[in-house]
């Protein structure tokens, strides 16, 4: 991968891959950091993603890429703290863009907020694949295969994710789950 | 799709902008050569270095150990030669590996590698435990035929006149089996294992009902014997009958520190289960007049020795039976449940 496809990439996909940082980390700083460590890990390691003739699928596959080298990067940093990182409640984060959204109710992005710090405070590795899945929009294959585990763990790391966050929903008073 | 995933991925949908002077400096740094070629040829010197401090080491290793005579300096040369025709080669292989795939796996890369050896507090700190593997050996028990299944830790039996499977003795300290990836992996290795055993558990496109996974959820947990952090297993699942295996502790490095015993409250569990398996069996074959109240049997509960093992022996009244007495069915089940394994013997009923 060249320079000027590495730039291709953050143009494409550098918000999508800041997004995913911000959803692991749950707040501005942190996610921005996260966000410049991948990609500068990505000059380091860019002659292992080739992009041959420059197709949405090629880049498609860098992001992914990335997203899998911000998620290894998030679980080292973690891994070298003691304690889990004094993370920012996601709630209270001022930035979201959900409140640029006039049309939606209070209820809604009251809703939505509430499901967003369930998936926040999942532990990390059920987290990581949460994101990947839904955010990410990665297949549970791609997923195995960027993390190096059988697919039978990211299903069931999703799948107790899922029980996690629709316990805690519920708790909260929240149907549907 | 159901509606927590679109939920879910709903809620995911709305993630702050990105500071524009972040990515302009990100790019400015990529574009730097200077930046590339430092990052680019970061291994180079250092292995140049590294071959030149193996060099020195070899020379001072032979200096310091050569017989007192007259230094031999063809040697030390020699030496030095190889030492420059290493630093050589090694330069030849800087090239980056050409690759045809067109995205690696990053956990392929090691970042700040870390040997496994030293992983293994940060694996026992973990909810790591073992594997479940093995190829089947039909063997003939007390009770008909079982099949043995072994692998690098523990040995099942599964009984093929009844599906119970039978706890599983350990296999020694000389095993050293391969950490599984966390619980998560676990379990899963335990779904392989019953996969394995009972194909037609799972349903037709291979994968587990909720319900099926939910038989997970339950039993495996966490638990602090003899001041260590242990991983509890007691799997348990239902496929028409009711059986389970028994608990079993395993230690972060994989050994088994204790089998706890069942306690008084699980054995009542676990004979109730036995009994209503019981009692659905005899329903199937048309016998109707177990088809009782079981919410009214009530359950006595005492410790027992049998063939020199432990056992509660769980007793059932029928309360339903002292209510009216005109009822035609029994007044008491009962049966013994093993204090170690969890195994359910000996289920029996008054006429």
């Known amino acids: 991968m060249t320079a000027a496809e590495i730039n291709e990439l953050i143009k494409k996909y550098g918000q999508a891959i800041y997004g995913f940082c911000w959803y692991l980390c749950g707040n501005k700083n942190d996610a921005e950091e996260l966000y410049q460590d991948t990609m500068l890990k990505l000059v380091e390691l860019k002659h292992r993603v080739v992009i041959k003739s420059g197709t949405e699928d090629e880049y498609l596959g860098a992001k992914k890429f990335c997203l899998?080298?911000?998620?290894?990067?998030?679980?080292?940093?973690?891994?070298?703290?003691?304690?889990?990182?004094?993370?920012?409640?996601?709630?209270?984060?001022?930035?979201?863009?959900?409140?640029?959204?006039?049309?939606?109710?209070?209820?809604?992005?009251?809703?939505?907020?509430?499901?967003?710090?369930?998936?926040?405070?999942?532990?990390?590795?059920?987290?990581?694949?949460?994101?990947?899945?839904?955010?990410?929009?990665?297949?549970?294959?791609?997923?195995?295969?960027?993390?190096?585990?059988?697919?039978?763990?990211?299903?069931?790391?999703?799948?107790?994710?899922?029980?996690?966050?629709?316990?805690?929903?519920?708790?909260?008073?929240?149907?549907?789950y | 799709m159901k509606d927590i995933d679109k939920k879910i991925k709903e809620s995911l949908k709305d993630a702050p902008e990105l500071d524009s002077g972040v990515n302009e400096r990100i790019i400015e740094k990529i574009n730097d050569d200077d930046y590339n070629k430092e990052k680019g040829s970061l291994v180079k010197p250092i292995l140049i270095v590294a071959a030149f401090a193996v060099a020195i080491a070899v020379i001072f290793f032979i200096k310091n150990n050569a017989p007192k005579t007259e230094p031999d300096n063809s040697l030390v040369s020699t030496v030095t030669e190889e030492a420059k025709s290493d630093t050589i080669d090694t330069e030849k292989n800087m090239e980056p590996p050409e690759t045809e795939t067109s995205v690696t796996p990053y956990s392929d890369v090691p970042i700040d590698y870390v040997p496994v050896e030293e992983r293994k507090e940060e694996i026992a700190d973990d909810d790591d435990i073992y594997s479940f593997a093995g190829e089947p050996v039909t063997e003939v028990g007390e009770d008909g035929e079982y099949k043995i299944y072994e692998d690098s830790m523990f040995e099942?039996?599964?009984?093929?006149?009844?599906?119970?499977?039978?706890?599983?003795?350990?296999?020694?300290?000389?095993?050293?089996?391969?950490?599984?990836?966390?619980?998560?992996?676990?379990?899963?290795?335990?779904?392989?294992?019953?996969?394995?055993?009972?194909?037609?558990?799972?349903?037709?496109?291979?994968?587990?009902?909720?319900?099926?996974?939910?038989?997970?959820?339950?039993?495996?947990?966490?638990?602090?014997?003899?001041?260590?952090?242990?991983?509890?297993?007691?799997?348990?699942?239902?496929?028409?009958?009711?059986?389970?295996?028994?608990?079993?502790?395993?230690?972060?490095?994989?050994?088994?520190?204790?089998?706890?015993?069942?306690?008084?409250?699980?054995?009542?569990?676990?004979?109730?289960?036995?009994?209503?398996?019981?009692?659905?069996?005899?329903?199937?074959?048309?016998?109707?007049?177990?088809?009782?109240?079981?919410?009214?049997?009530?359950?006595?509960?005492?410790?027992?020795?049998?063939?020199?093992?432990?056992?509660?022996?769980?007793?059932?009244?029928?309360?339903?039976?002292?209510?009216?007495?005109?009822?035609?069915?029994?007044?008491?089940?009962?049966?013994?449940?093993?204090?170690?394994?969890?195994?359910?013997i000996h289920v029996s009923s008054s006429k």
């Open chain 2, 156 to 344: 099942y039996s599964v009984s093929l006149k009844n599906g119970t499977l039978c706890l599983i003795t350990t296999k020694g300290d000389d095993i050293k089996p391969e950490a599984a990836e966390d619980e998560a992996h676990m379990i899963d290795m335990v779904k392989s294992y019953i996969d394995k055993v009972y194909p037609d558990f799972g349903t037709e496109d291979g994968e587990w009902t909720v319900e099926q996974e939910q038989i997970f959820d339950s039993v495996i947990y966490r638990k602090e014997i003899l001041g260590e952090q242990t991983v509890v297993v007691n799997f348990m699942f239902d496929k028409e009958h009711v059986f389970r295996a028994g608990n079993i502790f395993i230690n972060g490095d994989g050994t088994v520190v204790e089998k706890a015993e069942i306690t008084e409250e699980e054995a009542i569990e676990l004979a109730r289960e036995k009994i209503y398996a019981y009692i659905e069996g005899y329903k199937k074959i048309g016998k109707t007049f177990y088809a009782h109240d079981l919410t009214k049997l009530e359950p006595e509960v005492k410790r027992n020795t049998i063939k020199g093992e432990s056992y509660w022996s769980v007793k059932f009244n029928n309360k339903a039976v002292e209510e009216n007495p005109d009822l035609v069915e029994p007044y008491f089940y009962g049966c013994d449940v093993n204090v170690v394994t969890g195994e359910v």
């Open chain 1, 68 to 176: 899998a080298v911000a998620s290894r990067l998030f679980k080292h940093r973690i891994g070298k703290q003691t304690e889990r990182p004094e993370m920012v409640p996601i709630e209270d984060c001022t930035d979201l863009s959900l409140e640029e959204n006039a049309e939606k109710s209070f209820l809604e992005k009251e809703e939505k907020i509430k499901l967003r710090k369930a998936v926040s405070d999942l532990p990390y590795k059920k987290k990581i694949v949460t994101l990947m899945y839904y955010y990410g929009e990665m297949e549970i294959k791609e997923i195995a295969k960027m993390l190096h585990i059988p697919e039978g763990t990211v299903k069931s790391r999703l799948n107790s994710a899922k029980a996690d966050i629709k316990h805690k929903m519920e708790e909260q008073g929240y149907e549907g």
